[in-house]
T-cell receptor, first 117, second 112 residues
Framework: DGGITQSPKYLFRKEGQNVTLSCEQNLNHDAMYWYRQDPGQGLRLIYY???????QKGDIAEGYSVSREKKESFPLTVTSAQKNPTAFYLC????????????????FGAGSRLTVL | EDQVTQSPEALRLQEGESSSLNCSYT??????LFWYRQDPGKGPEFLFT???AGEEKEKERLKATLTKKESFLHITAPKPEDSATYLCAVPLFLGSARQLTFGSGTQLTVLP
């Protein structure tokens, strides 16, 4: 079955450490996204990528980094510069622009919950 | 400023008690309004897309409607399994492209 796989599901980090969250999709989607979700708040966009080897900052990119070396993979690194990294992180993908930018249905992974100790 | 706002933040219903959730938006040139359902600890699942005022879509006990300023998600005779957080989203400009911007959600609890 096609879908998005995020790992790990739970991750604990000490302050000052970088951690990388994995996101893999087998939907043959062109676009991939990372969102952050905090309690009582909506999803906020961290980074997105419309095509391999290209990505753009979202609303809250500071303290995060990404790469898009393969169409199927879009890993997110939470760096030590991120002051409040404890959150639920969601990866998503969509078929791509199709001329109506941002109006595609997103398919989400199950999420990764990061806790800073 | 373009934005999307959902109300109420939380809603508790008795099984069978119909109600509506609201999503209001301010955006120039709406390119679709999306509804998602999110269960605790999971990623959101797509429900509906609406593109023009007057449009309606239904799925089981859910019906989504759209006006020029807001969307409603009507829940008819809800069951406990309808308990979830319901999110709406609209594409807003971020730099040179539109990206989905989500409201903060309505947490629905349906009591048996």
């Amino acid at each position: 079955d096609g879908g998005i796989t995020q790992s790990p599901k739970y991750l604990f980090r000490k302050e000052g450490q970088n951690v990388t969250l994995s996101c893999e999709q087998n939907l043959n989607h062109d676009a991939m996204y990372w969102y952050r979700q905090d309690p009582g708040q909506g999803l906020r966009l961290i980074y997105y990528s419309q095509i391999v080897n290209d990505f753009q900052k979202g609303d809250i990119a500071e303290g995060y980094s990404v790469s898009r070396e393969k169409k199927e993979s879009f890993p997110l690194t939470v760096t030590s510069a991120q002051k409040n990294p404890t959150a639920f992180y969601l990866c998503a993908s969509s078929p791509g622009d199709r001329g109506v930018a941002g109006a595609n249905v997103l398919t989400f992974g199950a999420g990764s919950r990061l806790t800073v100790l | 400023e373009d934005q999307v706002t959902q109300s109420p933040e939380a809603l508790r219903l008795q099984e069978g008690e119909s109600s509506s959730l609201n999503c209001s938006y301010t955006v120039s040139g709406l390119r679709g309004l999306f509804w998602y359902r999110q269960d605790p600890g999971k990623g959101p699942e797509f429900l509906f897309t609406l593109y023009s005022a007057g449009e309606e879509k239904e799925k089981e006990r859910l019906k989504a409607t759209l006006t020029k300023k807001e969307s409603f998600l009507h829940i008819t005779a809800p069951k406990p399994e309808d308990s979830a957080t319901y999110l709406c989203a609209v594409p807003l400009f971020l730099g040179s492209a539109r990206q989905l911007t989500f409201g903060s959600g309505t947490q629905l609890t349906v009591l048996p």
